[in-house]
């Protein structure tokens, strides 16, 4: 330790006189260094205050880009669940159209409870506006057959004309080649409703060859199937009279009736599972 000291003696010396100026320097100067330290303040607080500026406003923006962030998160949540329960809505929309017509079905299957049938859905039909020529998924496999009856929500829509295993062709009674054996439900006064497809555009098809004898025909009248038809099954509802006439014979009328069924929309539909002759030959036994 003695040979420390004696080697750097001068240093230490050297050391202790520097630090004895600094503090005599401090002591004498102090005023000057306060006007240096009033200038550092000029010159430094200002620019702290500048970078305590740049620093909030920087902050704010990133604040603001986080709160724009969320919002916009926000916004596509709340989008995407509008999406979802419009599309629920719709859906729901499409599932009471659905259930008022199967609900309608029902009704009219416990309106002939003397004709067995057996649902069908529509899978195409030809082009135009309305339902005259049209498919269902149903057929032969399914014990449908040519010439059975087919019914929709209201009362009679067509015959079966083609079948295939699983699908069969439908002729409305709308079609121009349609032609039903028909009569007034309440006086049972014969007539033919016949299709019009030129006349459904006003949402009427034909009648004509009405034997009004009593002269009780009139407007608002149900025309059904009548016992005499060849392919349809009689009591069926056709529709309803609309316009009456009275031919220049002076012994028919003639005249319009609005369809029982919706021609412009159909989905579901009931297919009597007999035919005109088997369901005579099956009442006929059962009379015996």
């Known amino acids: ?66 709160d724009n962030a969320a919002l916009a998160e926000e916004v596509r949540r709340l989008t995407e669940e509008n999406e979802s329960l419009q599309a629920e809505r719709a859906e729901n929309a499409q599932k009471l159209l659905e259930l008022e017509r199967l609900t309608a079905l029902y009704e009219l299957d416990q309106e002939y409870p003397d004709y067995e049938m057996i649902g069908a859905r529509v899978i195409s039909k030809e082009p135009g506006n309305w339902y005259q020529r049209f498919k269902i998924n149903k057929g032969s496999e399914d014990g449908v057959a040519v010439d059975m009856n087919v019914m929709t929500g209201g ?23 349609s032609n039903v054996s028909a009569m007034v439900a309440d006086t049972a006064d014969l007539c033919t409703v016949t299709g ?44 309803y009279i609309s316009e009456l006439t009275e031919d220049a014979n002076n012994l028919t009328k003639s005249g319009k009736l609005i369809p029982a069924a919706d021609f412009r929309s159909l989905r579901e539909v009931l297919v009597i599972t007999a035919v005109k002759e088997s369901a005579e030959e099956e009442a006929a036994e059962e009379g015996q």
């Open 155 to 177: 009362g009679l829509c067509g015959i079966v004309y083609q079948v295939g295993p699983h699908w069969a062709a439908v002729r409305a009674i709308i079609d121009d080649e």
């Open 1 to 66: 330790m003695k040979d420390f000291f004696r080697k750097d003696r001068h240093l230490f010396i050297a050391l202790a006189l520097i630090a004895v100026g600094l503090i005599l320097t401090t002591a004498v100067y102090r005023p000057g260094l306060g006007i240096l330290n009033s200038a550092a303040s000029r010159l430094i607080v200002p620019l702290e205050n500048g970078i305590n500026l740049i620093g909030t406003y920087i902050t704010e923006k990133a604040d603001g880009f986080r």
């Open 196 to 239: 019009s497809l030129i006349d459904m555009d006003d949402g009427v098809i034909l009648f004509y060859g009405l034997r009004d004898a009593g002269g009780l025909t009139m407007i608002g009248d149900r025309i059904i199937t009548s016992g005499i038809s060849e392919k349809f099954l009689p009591g069926l509802t056709i529709g």
